[in-house]
């Protein structure tokens, strides 16, 4: 039987034929160039014609070489682009590309359009409890979930992390966003998994007030931190006010950062004021509550809720924290000096300070050292917040802070679900009842019967009690009658510098002297 090759020879009369590999330079073979003849080639033919046809197999292989570089050029830019401008794990957008986006709708729609930025809620939780793995595949559930919400690919992007942002040019950004989060609060499934989360959005919008997309994306930004932060809400859209708030929180960051970095005290402008906590047996100032204040040059004064909030959201709060102690110990000494006796001192702790436990001893221990105080003359006062956001670690650092002869409190004690749970779980020897039921006491029968049984019940334990917010006789009155025996609050005096204190003190002393006499 005659193959396929033999035949075409038969057909067409071959009697001979020329045959040069097309090779490149490094030897790599991308074909053969073949000629055939009806006539039988002599030595010499066949020698002229190899030669001019290596000559053209080489122009042919490099012309096919070239050919096939840039096809494969092509494609490779292709997929550098895409890498680029795309991210891996989930194949949206990603952050480069959304400036180019958002300037190109600038410049080409004449309709305002929303940008959303999107955040997986406490993401860091999930990822640490279920694995790097879920938590991709969670991202991914999230990312193709803002896909099929958006529909336009080209308008979906990660930033980075758990972070999201999406552009629509609907009329109604709200009506998408609800939509997006319905399907996301069903949760990530797998067979092992059924997992929930929750997301927040901060949305900005360009309504024709040429705003650059770097200001649309930061616009964006602030209104999904004030959304996290305040959690009234899971959308939260952009206004001006959010510029102004967050331009004063990084001011004030800046200057917390230039103060804390100052090494003499007598620089501060940070300073502690003190108010007295009065044990009505003996009616002598011995124990005082230490607070911060802060007189800034530059930004004149500046309340404590805002730069403790900065100090957190900075994590400057510790370095915050070590300077109040400093400050404490030389109020107590100056106090001291002035009034002439012993003076205990309640300082506040923050959760983020007991979370680097070591340091924070090591601090304080070496601050009233260096004064020649004892540990004993001071108590660590905590929130109940601090002791919701760890168990043993926090229950470990109290109880060797007791050990060395620190005297730990419970301070705004009622406020929160669990106050009582933290009397029986943490070594706890005084509890401070919050302001807002001593206020709420004269006019309300109820909050009357919750300080009484907060008395006996301190009384049972054998904690010590004290009452915050006293302001007036009928208040102080009705505690002493009670049987608390600790009070603090206006009715004794403002939270003062030590030297107003001792002046205070000095002219308490002369009045009680004068009604003696």
Known sequence: MVNPHEQYIIEHGIESYIAVPLKTHNGEVLGV????????????????????????????????RAKWLSARSDTLVEQLS???????????????????????????????????????????????????YIGDQIIKFVANTIKDTVKDKQLAFRIAGDEFA????????????HSLIEKLEKGYQDPAHNIKFSVSIGLARNTGHNLTSDQIILNASLALKDCKQSRHTSIQCYDTHLSAQYYRRALVIDALRQELEKDCLSQSEIYVVAQPIVDLSSDKWDYFEILARWQSKALGAIYPIEFIEAAEQSGLIVELGERIVELACKAKAELEKGLGHNVKLGINCSAHELNNSTRYMQHILSTIRKY???????????????LLSQTEEVKEILNKLRLLGFKVALDDFGTGYSSLNYIHSYPIDCIKIDATFIKNMLTNETA??????????????????????????????????MG?????????????????????NYERNAQRQVSNG
């Open 33 to 64: 160039l073949l000629s055939t003849y009806t006539y039988a080639l002599d030595d010499k033919q066949c020698d002229d014609l190899a030669y001019y046809h290596k000559l053209f197999a080489n122009l042919v292989a490099h012309s096919l």
């Open 82 to 132: 895409y890498e680029v401008s795309h991210d891996n794990l989930t194949g949206l957008l990603n952050r480069s590309f959304l400036s180019d986006k958002l300037e190109r709708l600038n410049e080409l729609q004449n309709d305002p359009f929303t940008l959303a930025y999107i955040d997986i809620d406490n993401f860091k939780s999930i990822n640490d409890l279920y694995g790097n």
């Open 166 to 177: 999406f552009i629509t040019l609907s009329g109604d950004p709200f009506e998408l966003c």
């Open 372 to 386: 020649d105080f004892a540990p004993s003359d001071f108590t660590i006062e905590l929130t109940e917040t601090v």
């Open 448 to 481: 009357e019967r919750v300080v009484w049984l907060i008395v006996q019940l301190a009384k049972q334990l054998g904690v010590s009690l004290v009452a915050e917010g006293v302001e007036d006789q009928q208040a102080l009155d009705k505690l002493n009658a």
């Open 484 to 504: 608390c025996p600790l009070i603090q609050g206006y009715y004794f005096s403002r939270p003062e510098t030590p030297e107003v204190l001792i002046s205070k």
